[in-house]
């Protein structure tokens, strides 16, 4: 029942909610603050249930299936509690743009409903259902400011989001077909049973790993397929970045850690694959961070390095789970808890941060840093809160970005021993590892020091203009009491959650594991990699933001444009490329004599095809039904009295309904209608 009303209830209620934004924009608001309380007080209530779960048969031939264990009940309650706030903070950022609300609050609570959906979803295919929902809501935060860079960043995100969908949804056909089944509790045993029984089960399960990897990676910000990621935080609304940030991209995690640990927890290609793309995605957004000169741009490649983190801690995982033993355990428990110690503290640092950015934005109406400067001087509530978040993301000790960082590199540490141990001749992953540790290290100092560049700019330093400096200094009080609550109180959790008994405790419920309790933070052994991480990022603010990324005391962006990923290469090989190499082909094909009926012929040959298998299907079904699977009419009078009415009209709909939804064709126009909708959307806004 409280499962789903989580799922559920925001969806349904949000066309209401669409209604009655547009009549009383305030009791829209107010509406919309209400419920996402209530989610939020339900979402609690399932910590006292855990075990608890929902099965919807009839949908999409499986059916949908939810579950609420430990990880999924703190990442429901980690979601409303983001929701929660957002809403809240929404009400006063959006007091003078109050253009186009209704349709933010009702997208708003669908994505809602679809993260709840895959958070608490018990299968693949209920994962992939309500990924590709978000997909689609989310799209419109994005483009809601409906400027130039909007729209574009917009297209971006969607195409990235479909393509990303596409492909996971054939790694879950070919998941399933090696497998026969997708859901969490059964996927690895049948995945070993496959393995034992056909020889080729093992390459195939692979393959679909990897295309399951690529597609929740897209919305996870996993390199090389960010490019969205910068773009999009800077145009999106500050709570629309927050939930961008802060959940939207452990929706990816989310489905890369199940497959990581419910189909490949032993495949070591699958853990260094995800170790080495965690390790770039980690490096590369805390150095496009550090040259960012943007606010929310900066946050938006700082959350691009977290997930690197959070895949580093996945490929540790997965790594020391393939070499086994009782070596591994207290490693792997490092690392395992590690990783999603350190998605609760990403989602909580981001609440805090994005929306202390929303309150530059909604008083400055600018993001850029040498335009902001010496603005926080005198806002007391939110240079605290600032500060509380930069201390927990940095990875400073007794802040809550610490101890998950240190479980994570501990576990990095604890799997370069095993490997000695178990791999005496594997010198060449020992020195990777090794460098790993260090592009770890230093990818934490970055991270110190583009968050002590954004403090001191904000916070300590002083406008280069006098005159504006004094306008700042002026205006003492810059949100309302409902925005400094909403932002205030998340940030209390930046300390709570730097305590090692509540973050042991809440990484043993979280994956049941109890090494983990065993784990000591701050014995000098642990200490001592957060303090080599924070004094490289001291050394970097002096030495590269002060002396090379600042001139006449301004701040400066000297990271190439022409090293923009999406125009490098995506943009050209969509646009310029691939229509040039098929041009070329349509010409060849088509100036000589002798290819062009071949050509013709392959394309009827192609035509006649795709309509036989559009209708083969149904028609075997059919022949099927009428002939071998033949089922009998006749029922005496006492088997139908037997039967209820309610039970005679259902077996009846399924009678009916079973012939078409298992058709190939009826797969086909399902797929067409998705198509319409997005093209839909793409068009109202064109």
């Not at 400096?469 to 409902?482: F, H, I, L, P, V």
Request: with cysteine; glycine share 8%.
């Amino acid at each position: 029942m409280f499962i789903g009303y989580l799922v559920f209830a925001p969806i349904l209620i949000a066309p209401v909610l669409y209604r009655i934004s547009r009549k009383n924009e305030e009791a829209g608001d107010r509406l919309a603050i209400l419920f996402a309380f209530v989610e939020l007080l339900v979402s609690l209530s399932l910590i006292t249930m855990p075990g608890a779960g929902l099965r919807i048969p009839y949908v999409l031939a499986y059916g949908l299936s939810f579950e609420a264990d430990g990880f999924r009940i703190v990442y429901s309650c980690i979601t409303s509690i983001m929701w929660a706030g957002t809403s809240l903070f929404a009400k006063e950022y959006f007091r003078h743009e109050r253009e186009g609300m209704a349709r933010y609050w009702m997208f708003t609570m669908m994505t809602l409903g679809a993260t709840q959906g895959v958070m608490l979803s018990a299968d693949f295919m209920t994962t992939f259902v309500f990924f590709e929902i978000l997909s689609l809501t989310s799209f419109t935060w994005v483009i809601h400011e409906e400027t130039r860079e909007a729209i574009r960043a917009a297209y971006t995100y969607l195409f990235i989001a479909v393509i990303g969908g596409l492909i996971l949804f054939m790694g879950l056909l070919l998941l399933e077909d090696t497998c026969g089944t997708l859901a969490f509790r059964e996927v690895y045993a049948a995945a070993v049973r496959a393995r034992e029984e056909n020889a080729s089960a093992g390459r195939r399960i692979l393959a679909a790993g990897f295309c399951i990897l690529l597609g929740f990676g897209a919305k996870a910000g996993m390199f090389p397929l960010h490019v969205w990621l910068p773009k999009a935080h800077p145009v999106a609304p500050s709570p629309a970045s927050a939930l961008l940030s802060g959940i939207l991209t452990k929706v990816g995690i989310f489905g890369i850690l199940m497959t990581a640990t419910t189909v490949l927890f032993e495949s070591r290609t699958f853990g260094t694959v995800v170790f080495v793309l965690g390790l770039v995605t980690m490096f590369l957004g805390a150095l496009l961070a550090l040259f960012s000169v943007n606010l929310k741009r900066t946050l938006a490649c700082s959350s691009m390095s977290q997930i690197g983190f959070i895949l580093v801690g996945i490929g540790s995982a997965v790594f020391m789970s393939s070499l086994g033993g009782e070596e591994a355990s207290e490693g792997l428990a490092l690392a395992l808890s590690g990783t999603v110690l350190h998605m609760v503290n990403h989602s909580l640092l981001k609440l805090v941060l994005f929306m202390a950015a929303g309150v530059v934005v909604m008083n400055l109406h600018t993001l850029t840093l040498n335009e902001i400067r010496g603005w926080g001087r005198n806002k007391t509530a939110l240079k605290i809160a600032f500060a509380l978040g930069g201390l927990g993301i940095s990875g400073v000790p007794l802040f809550n970005g610490y101890i998950s960082k240190t479980m994570l590199h501990e576990g990095i540490v604890e799997a370069i021993l095993i490997a000695k141990e178990q791999l005496p001749g594997a010198q060449g992953m020992i020195a990777f590892l090794r460098a790993a540790e260090w592009v770890f290290l230093v990818s934490g100092g970055f991270t110190f020091a583009y968050m002590l560049k954004l403090f001191l700019c904000i916070f300590v330093e002083r406008n280069k203009d006098e005159k504006i400096q004094a306008g700042y200094d002026k205006e003492r009080s810059c949100m309302n009491m409902w925005s400094t609550a909403a932002i205030c109180i998340p940030s209390v959790f930046m300390v709570l959650l730097g305590q090692p008994a509540v973050m042991k405790r809440l990484a043993l419920f979280m994956t049941g594991r109890d090494e983990i309790l065993e784990f000591r933070a701050f014995i000098p052994a642990n200490l001592k990699g957060g303090l080599i991480s924070l004094a490289i990022g001291a050394a970097v603010y002096l030495l590269v933001v002060r002396k090379v990324l600042m001139r006449g005391g301004s701040y400066r962006n000297l990271w190439p444009e022409w090293l923009d990923l999406e125009d490098l290469v995506y943009r050209p090989l969509l646009t310029s490329w691939l229509p040039g190499v098929f041009g070329a082909i349509a010409r060849i094909f088509g100036e000589n004599l002798i290819l062009r009926p071949v050509c013709r012929a392959v394309f009827f040959a192609a035509a006649v095809i795709g309509r036989a298998l559009s209708t083969s299907t149904d028609a075997l079904i059919v022949l099927l039904r009428r002939t071998v699977l033949r089922e009998t009419r006749v029922r005496t009078l006492r088997d139908e009295e037997r039967r209820s009415r309610a039970e005679a009209f259902r077996d009846q709909t399924e009678a009916a309904l079973n012939p078409i939804v298992s058709g190939f064709s009826f797969a086909l126009v399902m797929t067409c209608i998705g198509i319409l909708l997005i093209l839909g959307v793409l068009i109202n806004y064109i």
